[in-house]
């Protein structure tokens, strides 16, 4: 079985710092793509950003130059950076495996490229 648990969310101030995590409980962790992705209260699951196996990442605009992707195969774990965290910001964040990695390099956004998803963890961002 393919499991992604999410990690390192909690409650903190504007302009404060987080950095999530995504272990990913898998035998061979030979995915090519990795991405993620966050919800806000009453909104539409919205991409962030997407880093391939070999590291090249594509940042949405709402978070380009305050969030940074990364990753560690040895340890099966991404990362995610949060820099200058704003009120906006506060959502439940997810980590979404493309484990064939090739389906989201083309469409990074869309979220029926990922055949695998955590549970999410809570970022709340308070002014």
């Known amino acids: 079985q393919v499991q992604l648990v999410e990690s390192g969310g909690g409650t903190v101030q504007a302009g404060d710092s987080l950095t999530l995590s995504c272990t990913f409980a898998q035998r061979d962790f030979s995915t090519n793509a990795v991405a993620w992705f966050r919800q806000a209260p009453g909104k539409e699951r919205a991409f962030l950003v997407h880093?391939?196996?070999?590291?090249?990442?594509k940042y949405a605009d709402s978070v380009k130059g305050r969030f940074t992707i990364s990753r560690d195969n040895g340890k099966k774990t991404i990362y995610l950076q949060m820099n200058s965290l704003q009120p906006e910001d506060t959502a439940v964040y997810y980590c979404?495996?493309?484990?064939?990695?090739?389906?989201?390099?083309?469409?990074?956004?869309?979220?029926?490229?990922?055949?695998?998803w955590g549970q999410g963890t809570q970022v709340t961002v308070s002014s």
């Open positions: 979404a495996l493309d484990l064939p990695g090739f389906r989201s390099i083309y469409s990074p956004e869309t979220e029926r490229n990922y055949n695998y």
């Open positions: 880093i391939e196996w070999s590291g090249v990442a």
